[in-house]
């Protein structure tokens, strides 16, 4: 099943004193293009994470975030105790007042509060990495919805390809019958007497060249080779535009050989079909 690399992904992790936000956005790119943003305190964790994410979304162009909301009135800023009694064990020593007094003077003394840096909880992590990973399978699963409506689309088309070749198969016969009539039609003009074995050797010669049954079973195999692909279970864009590139050489090769408007008009047809695939296939993992 092929999946498209346009998705979204979205979790909410409710933390005792937060609310973490994790989405995860991605749109279509040859390669992976990864751009991670989370809070200082969890950058520890940014290699494993992007590591995670490598493994599920595997291409494209990535951006994941997570958000912290604090819910509960937590400071992390304290009061150095031990700091402010000493300096209103020294204020006593050379000035009078109130105890209220001297700590107001005390707390404007250097040092009196202090910010405690946020470290990462192992707990709290934790219950991070299962809203991670629940927003990389909503991710997953909408890239797999969004892939539905592309696969429908490359079938119809590739059966397009594939009633345009049976046309093209109507039309040859036609167009043999053709090129030998306006041949002999020629020779005929010119008013000079040929030998018949030798002009049915050049005919043969010429009509060799313009040949399509190499073209037209190695083009039926590619497109059997392609609905095969839409059903395997790992998704494969690359390879599927692999198989469209040969698809498209056969069908230009044909094109060349032809030599017959009906037959090149249905070349036509064949050749447009594939451009909107070309188009979509861009977008498959």
């Known amino acids: 099943m092929i999946q498209s690399m346009t998705g979204y992904g979205k979790a909410i992790v409710q933390l005792p004193t937060k609310k973490v936000t994790i989405e995860v956005k991605s749109l279509n790119s040859k390669n992976l293009d990864l751009s991670v943003r989370m809070p200082q305190y969890y950058k520890e964790k940014e290699i494993n994470v992007r590591k995670t994410i490598a493994n599920s979304v595997v291409r494209g162009k990535v951006d994941f975030s997570i958000y912290v909301e604090m819910t509960a009135e937590v400071s992390q800023t304290k009061v150095n105790v031990n700091v402010v009694a000493d300096y209103m064990n020294q204020l006593k020593q050379i000035a009078t007042g109130s105890d209220v007094e001297l700590l107001e003077m005390a707390m404007r003394l250097p040092d009196?509060?202090?910010?405690?840096?946020?470290?990462?909880?192992?707990?709290?992590?934790?219950?991070?990495?299962?809203?991670?990973?629940?927003?990389?399978?909503?991710?997953?699963?909408?890239?797999?919805?969004?892939?539905?409506?592309?696969?429908?689309?490359?079938?119809?088309?590739?059966?397009?390809?594939?009633?345009?070749?049976?046309?093209?198969?109507?039309?040859?016969?036609?167009?043999?019958?053709?090129?030998?009539?306006?041949?002999?039609?020629?020779?005929?003009?010119?008013?000079?007497?040929?030998?018949?074995?030798?002009?049915?050797?050049?005919?043969?010669?010429?009509?060799?060249?313009?040949?399509?049954?190499?073209?037209?079973?190695?083009?039926?195999?590619?497109?059997?080779?392609?609905?095969?692909?839409?059903?395997?279970?790992?998704?494969?864009?690359?390879?599927?535009?692999?198989?469209v590139q040969e698809i498209g050489r056969e069908i230009n090769t044909t094109g060349s050989k032809s030599n017959y408007a009906p037959m090149q008009q249905v070349v036509v047809q064949m050749k447009n079909e594939l451009e909107k695939i070309k188009e979509q296939i861009l977008n498959v993992l």
């Open 112 to 243: 009196t509060l202090k910010t405690e840096r946020e470290e990462l909880d192992p707990a709290e992590w934790g219950v991070i990495e299962t809203g991670i990973n629940e927003a990389l399978e909503a991710l997953v699963q909408f890239r797999k919805d969004e892939a539905a409506s592309l696969e429908l689309d490359f079938r119809e088309r590739i059966q397009n390809i594939q009633n345009s070749s049976v046309e093209i198969n109507q039309h040859d016969e036609d167009r043999m019958a053709a090129v030998k009539a306006k041949l002999r039609k020629a020779i005929d003009d010119l008013q000079v007497t040929v030998d018949e074995n030798r002009f049915e050797q050049e005919l043969i010669y010429y009509l060799e060249k313009l040949d399509i049954n190499e073209e037209k079973v190695r083009l039926t195999n590619h497109l059997e080779y392609f609905l095969k692909e839409l059903d395997n279970e790992v998704s494969d864009g690359k390879k599927l535009g692999f198989i």
